[in-house]
DNA sequence: CACTATCCTGACCGATCGGCCAGTTTTCAA
DNA sequence: TTGAAAACTGGCCGATCGGTCAGGATAGTG
């Protein structure tokens, strides 16, 4: 009792990263709990004894990435308006190609998602996260363009294609810079 | 004989009609043919006697779009690089803000469109408009950045919010010029 | 009026979905 | 070793999906 048993940490973990591989290939509403139960070699009954729930697995799954972005959001938050535009530019842009394959998940599931009151602050930190880009501005254009810039992104990391990281990097890194008129 | 029955295409326009508006507000998954029977006053087994299956709904609510777009770059094929560019930008603005409702259900198609070759077309259509927003140009980064803007257009047609057209058309005539770096 | 082609529908089908539960197997500490 | 807690599973449930079909309603025409 004093470490937590690892027969539940294995196969949780087993399940969370299948459901990882299976959402980003398939999406959310694509792949069933049957297809990660399959894959993660176990039935589906043990994955709801796991999770509470299918939006569970998928809250699990993000949750790295909902971490990482909010710590962005609040390091960002002490800083100097100019100071925090040039920081969460860079770190964001980071951010989205490290995660690159589960932007396919969350595209899928903004319809939807408003529903699950387990990924509202998701939906704020991306509000947060247009405001600092913007630089703290009152023009309500360039608040627009902040938002174009991060569709753009967003959309562009959804089909990777054969890129590299370090081509889509700088890809990233030029058009958010152009849209934005920050040159470096 | 001589005309088109009055009824049968009657009961086809509601049909193509209510599916459109369920489309774009909930996607193309999401609506059920029982949905858009119901919307439009018809059973399910109505809309399968018009249409061939459900992805046959979503081609002809599609078809005006389709033919929109292939004619913008028909236009755009017989103009020299720079002035191809220029018109396409502009045009291609105007398309996507008078048919903002329908990015929505082309975004949630993405990836499983290529299943369907009666959209096979639209793929490739978009592919050109990439090439022609890029100007002619060899730079693999600018046909990159080409893509980005494509991908911010429909991403921001997507959540208009209380966006007016006006507004929503000025937005992505500005972003798509910083990032393509084409100043009027 | 009667007849026929067209339009339309209720009922049904097989498949799949997320989720639940009673009961079996495994694990692990006393 | 043993017994209870934890982990796991097969089987089932209700709902919904796209699609089919035989037959009823309807409208236009001779």
Redesign the interface.
Known sequence: MAATTPARERTRREIEQQAMTLFVS??Y??TSLQDIATAAGCSKATVLYHFNGKPAVLAAVLEPSRIALNDLIDQAAGMPAAAAQEFALTRFVELAVEFRGLI?VL?DL???MEQYPEFADLITAGMRMTEILAGGTDDQ?EI??A??????????C??PGD?TDAELH???D??LR??L?LNR
């Open positions: 398939r999406g509403d694509a396919n595209q903004l319809s939807t254009l627009d363009l938002k174009f810039a991060i569709n753009g992104l967003l959309g562009e959804r089909h890129r700088t890809l990233c030029t058009a152009r849209i008129r």
